[in-house]
């Protein structure tokens, strides 16, 4: 047991709900208790879809239990096909139905449908969301894919984006005009949009782009092995990634390797001189193991951000977060226990966080600025606008969501200088946030306290002192990098058995730690 509040990830038939939602001519039987059908709000209230998902639940009781419940799935399996006539059927059960072990998959056999009914095994107790988006998909792909002829023309399949999948939706758009423009044409996007027919003929491509390992990797391992489709390792986020995907794509189809740049706003807005106090801002990064890893390239050499620390969620992609950690010089982090990611947050005190949004709730908590970077999400970022992650619009907007929640230069410095003021007190928060807003509503002009925030009391075995001339002096400390400086101090006055904290003992430390 262990106890949880929040999950990153929800249970595996949720990512097996996201490749059927994504689906079109697809149904998905799912053997479930009453109030299992919660999952329908994910798709119809934060994705904002315009229909059910497709999906029929048993919706067993107690008192079913101790009849015939294997009756009551056979049941809607008929009904379903039935009432939605779909090209293919999955069929699965939820974790309290892997207890009862009615065996949907077998079950489904017998019942004699007139098409494919894909079984899925998937482990509720050891296993999460994406593995069951990657296990639904793969059992999707290996039912239903043909050998067939390839096109006479390059073309290539987009594959890994599901229903709930962060900008998914506008990251195949960008993808689709990117590789238009090196005059390939894309044969089947899957599961996104994609009918069991159009799975039938994903073999058609000459390769594919895989965008998402999360959700598609064993799949594009399989069409490699069985139709002799290689598939793309580079995730085209940022300006970097973009340039390397184009040269492995023409690699591989021996095209010329040309990417239209004339959108691309990123690396000047970047380079420009309202970007300086961007430099160096220290960030840690924190979601499922892809958008890390390349949004940790971004952020160190696109944005001149210096990557504190970096971790993932998702097991799965905790071998790349490890070598990459490395490369960073950073101690990966590897949990699903939001509590543990708190901590780490807590005492690395990065300026800045890139994450899910569990982060940005932390974020808040511990007064940090946040933009969100991967799943979990919600509904703000299944947007109305077109706001690509990958490509190069996906740069330019990556460039505006990580600048937006930092405080500008120029009101950064007035926050320093002006720490006293009515306007600019270190509580005052960046304008854009309306923390002005909110005193004027209430009448009042002037903080009823002056703005001294820093909490002086110290953990640890030794008791260390502020002395008031220190602590005035840290004050002086603009209040974003102030949490660091602080902790900084003290490690060095706890490794050196100072217990009292002068002027000197805190600019010591911080000559200390600029070697
Ligand atoms: S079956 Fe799984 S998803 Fe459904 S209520 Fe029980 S634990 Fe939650």
């Not at 904002?48 to 101790?66: E, I």
């Not at 003929?201 to 598609?216: I, K």
Request: glycine share 8%.
């Amino acid at each position: 047991m262990k106890l949880t509040v929040w999950t990153y990830e929800g249970p595996p038939h949720v990512g097996a709900m996201r490749v059927a939602t994504a689906m079109k001519g697809l149904h998905y039987v799912l053997h479930a208790p009453q109030g299992d059908t919660y999952a329908d709000l994910l798709f119809t209230m934060i994705e904002r879809r315009n229909h059910r998902p497709p999906v029929t639940y048993t919706t067993f009781q107690a008192r079913d239990l101790g009849s015939d419940t294997a009756h009551l799935f056979k049941s809607a399996c008929l009904e379903a096909y039935e009432r939605f006539k779909p090209e293919a059927i999955l069929v699965g059960a939820s974790c309290t139905a892997e207890l009862i072990q009615d065996d949907p998959g077998g079950m489904s056999e017998t019942l004699g449908l007139p098409v494919p009914a894909i079984p899925l095994e998937l482990p509720s107790y050891q296993r999460k969301e994406n593995f069951g988006a990657d296990e639904a998909f793969f059992q999707i792909v290996k039912t239903l894919a043909r050998p067939v002829e390839k096109t006479s023309h390059v073309t290539a399949n987009l594959i890994g984006p599901t229903a709930l999948g962060f900008r998914h939706r506008d990251d195949i758009t960008e993808l689709t005009a990117l590789l238009s423009d090196m005059g390939i044409g894309v044969n089947v996007v899957a599961p996104y949009d994609a009918t069991p027919r159009d799975i039938a003929r994903l073999g058609a491509a000459h390769f594919n782009v895989l965008m998402y390992p999360e959700t598609a990797e064993t799949a594009a391992r399989y069409l490699e092995r069985e139709f002799g489709q290689p598939y793309t390792k580079t995730i085209p986020i940022g300006v970097g990634a973009t340039r390397d995907f184009v040269s492995e794509i023409a690699k591989i189809t021996g095209r010329n390797a040309a990417l239209e740049e004339a959108r691309l706003r990123m690396p000047w807005y970047s380079a420009s001189v309202d970007s300086t106090y961007l430099t160096g801002k220290r960030v840690f990064l924190f979601g499922d193991g892809t958008h890390v890893a390349a949004c940790a390239r971004v952020a160190r050499d696109e944005m001149g951000f210096e990557v504190v620390g970096m971790g993932c969620y998702n097991r799965e992609q905790a071998r790349l977060i490890r070598g990459l950690a490395k490369e960073f010089g950073v101690d990966p982090l590897i949990t699903d226990d939001y509590l543990e990611v708190e901590r780490r947050i807590e005492e690395l005190a990065p300026e800045m966080i890139l994450g899910t949004q569990m982060e940005r709730h932390i974020g808040k908590r511990l007064g940090i600025p946040c933009a969100v970077i991967s799943a979990p999400v919600h509904v703000q970022d299944f947007p109305a606008r077109y706001s690509p992650q990958m490509g190069i619009e996906g740069a330019n907007v990556i460039f505006d969501t990580w600048v937006h929640p930092l405080v500008m230069g120029l009101e950064e410095h007035l926050l320093t200088m002006f720490r006293e003021d009515f306007e600019f007190h270190d509580d005052a928060g960046a304008s854009h946030h309306g923390g002005k807003a909110k005193l004027r509503e209430m009448g009042i002009t002037e903080p009823e306290t002056p703005a001294e925030s820093v909490d002086m009391t110290t953990s640890g075995p030794v008791e260390i002192v502020w002395l008031p001339a220190a602590e005035k002096e840290l004050k002086k400390i603009p209040f974003f990098v102030r949490g660091k400086a602080k902790r900084n101090t003290e490690t060095y006055a706890t490794e050196r058995g100072v217990a009292e904290i002068s002027v000197d003992t805190l600019y010591e430390a911080k000559a200390h730690y600029a070697r």
